[in-house]
């Protein structure tokens, strides 16, 4: 039983009972339909609709979407309940969110706890709200916040919500909901109140439309559905209710029909399916109460930063009392940041500085450490060093991790006597601020090592992904493979400008030389150093970007690198295509010139082929992990859904035949990943085995 009806003396009760998030799926659809009839046979002379466990209706069950819609619909259940002819109270709790809310708006009055969030975040899955609520909301609290919270997605909170007149009135957090509910409605029965319809308030003093239009557009950077949903809100200024809704509906329905609105779905279950491993199911994590930092520079701090966040007790180790100062001071300014920006409040933060941190010199200040994670510079024979000194000192059973982007886990884990205690746990900077976790599991790695990765990952706050091990693991392999296929670009006649425009135009927020320049020119540099011995004669690496680093230009940190900086605004370097064309010309490769459309293909193309070999070997589980990865740690735009959905989207044939047609130039770079050659051989798609992968 999806609702649950009750009669309480003059009162019907219809009590939601859908776990985990009461999700208006067409099971609660139907009991509700059902609960209001009954109710107005029983003769109740109102109703309350309130939700049980956790929440309200936190929306439309979202794996209906892209299904045949089935009746009753939401606006058609909405209107219903509107039509009531006894007042209808909504008691609101946890998150009232899209068609939840919506059905809150259709009811007559509302109720909230004070700790509930309300709010119509349908934008950010690719649609905008269908059932009323770009019509109702602005009715309720006025155009201006209306685009706001609908153009935006942001919950507001129950404070907030009352104050704009969305909530009539607000109980205290952890109120009975029941017993609050039924109290407002015998108190509105006493006081005579009568239904009031939301669509019976006349539509609020229009704003300027065409300027909110362009900064919606202006914030949404391609994304289709807040333009879209602003149109919708603007028909409520000139329209009657019901055309409205009837232009809602229709624009709601283009929304649906659009590839940004799977690839945004698909990124809502990816991101919940990442952390699912069927091989963790039943196995305990280790504790993860007292953490171990070694390296207190910016990862290090980031890293001591995210765990205290996280209320863990941490330990930073550093070589010499002023590193450890200078870590201490790095943390503070981190932590100073989070209560500033309302994360923690002071007291905490002063617990958290005071009382949760400390720092050292010597390892064995880590004795007690549950987990130790290392973030000293990138070299194999420092972290065997390092982890010599870490496995002298650590308690048994401690989860020995580091923080290597690229280096080879196994190595480092066979340098010690407890291999299966050692994992990668590579987070990316700042790691207090990004969510993305790569969880690197080794060929001895224990499960409960690997499970208690990704419990101190959730603890973080992090979105977790299993990796395997090879250089790079998911995120940084794929980046170097459509980094490679930009360099060749360049080398063949592109300019690193146009690359950064086409991504840029394609939603990456920054493109992918200005990435370079932000993360700092001189990591490139090593890592080209790094694998220069090993580096086979058909490898084109461009050397023109070496000399800007000779000369100390190592992107933003010093001011100039593919751009200059002046003051947060980027010029392009004059320098940078003089040197491009000098190694053109030393290298005798004649330029020719590329399309937006050429550039965007190849680098695609390249991200798509590395990341099915990731899939295809198994460094990465399932496609969407992949599509996570990206998502979360590297900028890709999420209305695409990750490398992995775009690539289904478009079609995987062609890509092939894209890929295939340009091995015919390079051979060596463009070699079709073998998984790819499958699936298109079977007529299957990437997501097919994200589904086989659940079942
Ligand atoms: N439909 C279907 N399943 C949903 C869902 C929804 N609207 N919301 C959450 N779930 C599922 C999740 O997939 C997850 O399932 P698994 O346990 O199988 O992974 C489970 O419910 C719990 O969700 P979370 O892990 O996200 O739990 P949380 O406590 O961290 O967050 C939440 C709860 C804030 C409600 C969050 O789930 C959320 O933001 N949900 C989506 C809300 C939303 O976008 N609503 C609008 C829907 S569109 C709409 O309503 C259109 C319209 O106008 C008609």
């Given amino acids: 039983m999806t609702v649950r009806y009750e009669k309480a003396g003059d009162v019907a009760l219809l009590a939601a009972d859908n776990p985990p998030v009461n999700a208006l799926g067409l099971d609660m659809r139907y009991g509700l339909q059902d609960g209001m009839a009954r109710a107005l046979e029983d003769g109740a002379r109102a109703v309350v609709i309130y939700g049980h466990g956790r929440t309200w209706f936190a929306g439309a069950d979202i794996r209906e979407f892209g299904k045949p819609p089935k009746d009753p619909m939401l606006p058609d259940l909405c209107n219903t309940i509107e039509a009531s002819p006894v007042p209808v109270i909504a008691a609101l709790h946890g998150t009232a969110l899209g068609g939840g809310l919506e059905v809150a708006m259709a009811c007559h009055y509302r109720i909230c706890l004070g700790d509930a969030k309300l709010g119509l975040p349908e934008v ?174 910016t990862m290090g701090a980031g890293i001591a930063t995210a765990a205290l966040l996280a209320r863990r007790h941490v330990t930073v180790i550093e070589r010499d009392s002023a590193a450890a100062e200078a870590g201490r001071k790095r943390i503070g300014t981190n932590l100073a940041g989070a209560l500033r920006r309302g994360k923690i409040d002071q007291q905490t933060h002063d617990a958290l500085r005071d009382d949760h941190l400390s720092t050292a010199t010597d390892y064995v200040a880590l004795a007690h450490s549950d987990v130790i994670i290392e973030a000293v510079f990138e070299d194999m024979a420092v972290k065997k060093q390092v982890f010599a000194q870490i496995e002298a000192v650590a308690k048994p059973g401690a989860v020995l991790a580091t923080n290597t982007s690229y280096l080879d886990i196994d190595e480092i884990a066979a340098s010690t006597s407890r291999a299966a205690d050692v994992l990668g746990l590579h987070l990316f900077s700042p790691a207090h601020v990004m969510r993305l976790l790569e969880v690197v599991v080794g060929d001895a790695t224990a499960p409960e090592v690997t499970a208690t990765g990704f419990a101190l990952g959730k603890a973080l706050g992090k979105v977790s992904v299993r990796a395997g091990v090879c250089d790079g693991f998911i995120g940084n392999r794929i980046l170097s493979a459509y980094r490679t296929a930009a360099d060749h670009m360049i080398l063949d006649g592109a300019s690193p400008y146009q690359i950064d425009r086409v991504m840029e135009d394609f939603g990456f927020a920054m493109g992918p030389f200005a990435v370079a320049d932000l993360a700092g020119l001189d990591i490139g540099w090593a890592n080209r150093k790094r694998l220069a011995p090993t580096r086979q004669p058909h490898e084109r690496v461009p050397a023109y970007v070496d000399r800007l680093c000779e000369e100390g ?16 605004n980027r010029s392009e370097n004059p320098d940078v295509i003089p040197l491009i064309e000098a190694e053109r010309a030393e290298r005798g490769t004649p330029a020719r010139d590329f399309t937006d459309a050429q550039i965007l293909r190849r680098y695609m193309a390249a991200m798509v082929n590395e990341a099915a070999k990731v899939v295809g070997e198994g460094i990465a589980r399932r496609p969407l992990d992949v599509d996570v990865v990206l998502l979360m740690g590297y900028g890709f735009p999420r209305y695409h859904g990750g490398p992995l959905k775009w690539a289904d989207l478009q079609g995987l044939p062609d890509l092939l035949r894209d890929i295939e047609t340009f091995a015919e130039e390079d051979p060596h770079f463009w070699q079709p990943a073998p998984l790819l050659n499958k699936l298109v051989a079977k007529g299957a798609s990437f997501d097919d085995l994200n589904k086989d992968a659940q079942t």
């Fill in 124 to 297: 950010g899955l690719g649609i905008l709200p269908g059932a009323g609520g770009t019509q109702r909301l602005p009715r309720l609290v006025g155009f201006a916040k209306a685009i706001e919270m609908i153009t935006t997605g942001k919950p507001i909170g129950a404070q907030d919500a009352h104050d704009t007149g969305l909530v009539d009135t607000l109980a205290a957090p952890g109120s009975d909901l029941r017993a609050a509910g039924l109290a407002y409605a015998e108190m509105l029965l006493a006081s005579g109140a009568p239904p009031r319809p939301t669509r019976a308030i006349p539509a609020p003093e229009a704003v300027d439309f065409d300027y909110a239009q362009r900064q919606v557009a202006k914030k949404a950077r391609g994304q289709l559905s807040p333009v879209t949903a602003l149109a919708a809100v603007a028909a409520a200024a000139t329209l009657s209710f019901d055309d409205g809704l009837a232009e809602e509906r229709r624009l709601f329905n283009t929304l649906m029909e659009t590839d940004q609105r799977k690839g945004l779905i698909h990124a809502f279950f990816a991101e919940r399916q990442v952390s699912k491993l069927p091989e963790l199911a039943g196995v305990a994590p280790r504790e993860t109460d007292h953490i171990g930092v070694i390296g207190g520079g």
């Fill in 553 to 568: 230009h190592f992107g933003q940190k010093t001011g100039r690198g593919y751009y200059v900086y002046d003051d947060r």
